[in-house]
């Protein structure tokens, strides 16, 4: 559950003393324009997809700036649809299709550094499915402190 993930993300975040965040799935990044354009696109958007369900995959530690702990999500047609529907509403290949996952820790410090029991544990306590109800843009310029959403909205039930 949202809840469940919320949990896990505060406390890897006080452990290695890093920043909380909403769990989420990057699903696009959009090109610079106008927020009133944006939102008007994004309710186009969640008028046309429906909540989903993803199946996780293995939980890892990673050396991608700020993306520490993670857990792959296995492609869909629901989540393929959801990227057509970014790609084809925002005119241009905006959806980030590469590494589907859900972050748990946002840290520059290396690897060896994290317990590898903090990854068992987001394995135990993560449900077998992930439910994604809504979409948000967020702001991600400079560090994930300084990250803010704008906007948020919830898909068809």
Same mark, same amino acid.
């Given at each position: 559950?949202? &809840?469940?993930?919320?949990?896990? %993300?505060?406390?890897?975040? &006080?452990?290695? $003393?890093?920043?909380?965040?909403?769990?989420?799935?990057?699903?696009?990044?959009?090109?610079? $324009?106008q927020?009133?354009?944006?939102?008007?696109?994004?309710?186009? %958007?969640?008028?046309?997809?429906? *909540?989903?369900?993803l199946?996780?995959?293995?939980?890892?530690?990673?050396?991608?700036?700020?993306?520490?702990? *993670?857990?792959?999500?296995?492609?869909?047609? &629901?989540?393929?649809?959801?990227?057509?529907?970014?790609?084809s509403?925002?005119?241009?290949?905006?959806?980030?299709?590469?590494?589907?996952?859900?972050?748990?820790l946002?840290?520059t410090?290396?690897?060896?550094k994290?317990?590898e029991e903090?990854?068992?544990?987001?394995? $135990?306590?993560?449900?077998?499915?992930?439910?994604?109800?809504? %979409?948000?843009?967020v702001?991600?310029?400079?560090t994930?402190?300084?990250?803010?959403?704008?906007?948020?909205? &919830?898909?068809?039930?």
């Open positions: 559950s949202e &809840a469940s993930c919320n949990r896990i %993300i505060k406390s890897l975040a &006080a452990k290695y $003393r890093s920043v909380p965040f909403q769990p989420h799935i990057t699903a696009g990044g959009i090109p610079d $324009r927020i009133q354009e944006v939102k008007k696109v994004m309710g186009e %958007i969640s008028g046309e997809v429906e *909540t989903f369900e199946s996780p995959r293995t939980v890892q530690c990673k050396s991608f700036p700020y993306q520490k702990i *993670t857990m792959g999500i296995k492609k869909s047609s &629901a989540l393929n649809h959801l990227h057509q529907t970014i790609d509403r925002f005119k241009g290949n905006y959806s980030r299709r590469d590494y589907p996952h859900v972050s748990f946002y840290s410090m290396p690897c060896k994290i317990d903090d990854l068992k544990e987001v394995e $135990r306590r993560c449900l077998p499915k992930i439910s994604v109800n809504r %979409i948000a843009l702001h991600c310029k400079g994930p402190e300084e990250w803010r959403t704008l906007y948020m909205c &919830a898909l068809k039930p």
